[in-house]
Nanobody, 115 residues
Framework: VQLQASGGDLVRAGGFWKLSCVVS???????IGWYRQAPGKQRELVAV???????NYADSVKGRFTISRDKTKNTVYLQMNSLKPEDTGVYYC???????????WGQGTQVTVSS
């Protein structure tokens, strides 16, 4: 599975922004997750959506971020509202593959939230 994340930008605190992750390739996946990595910190899970469209969120983004999937466009979105400076980081999307085949990562896209 190949993943192409895009949409990162410089955003004002309190604002909103949307990231996209285009998924391609011949393999199916069990879930797509958005992760982020802030400078000097470990990469962390932000949100995940399964092929059944069930979702899970990190506590830090619950109520502010929404992950969704457009099957017709093979794209997973991350809608980010009420952005905070601590949301700054490189955002990655990851596909969890079925039957123990591991996972595939896309390249990151930088989101910077200014105060």
């Amino acid at each position: 599975v190949q993943l192409q994340a895009s949409g990162g930008d410089l955003v004002r605190a309190g604002g909103f922004w949307k990231l996209s992750c285009v998924v391609s390739g011949s393999f199916s996946y069990n879930s797509i997750g958005w992760y982020r990595q802030a400078p000097g910190k470990q990469r962390e899970l932000v949100a995940v959506i399964s092929v059944g469209d069930s979702t899970n969120y990190a506590d830090s983004v619950k109520g502010r971020f929404t992950i969704s999937r457009d099957k017709t466009k093979n794209t997973v979105y991350l809608q980010m509202n009420s952005l905070k400076p601590e949301d700054t980081g490189v955002y990655y999307c990851k596909a969890k593959l079925p039957r123990g085949r591991g996972e595939d990562w896309g390249q990151g896209t930088q989101v910077t939230v200014s105060s």
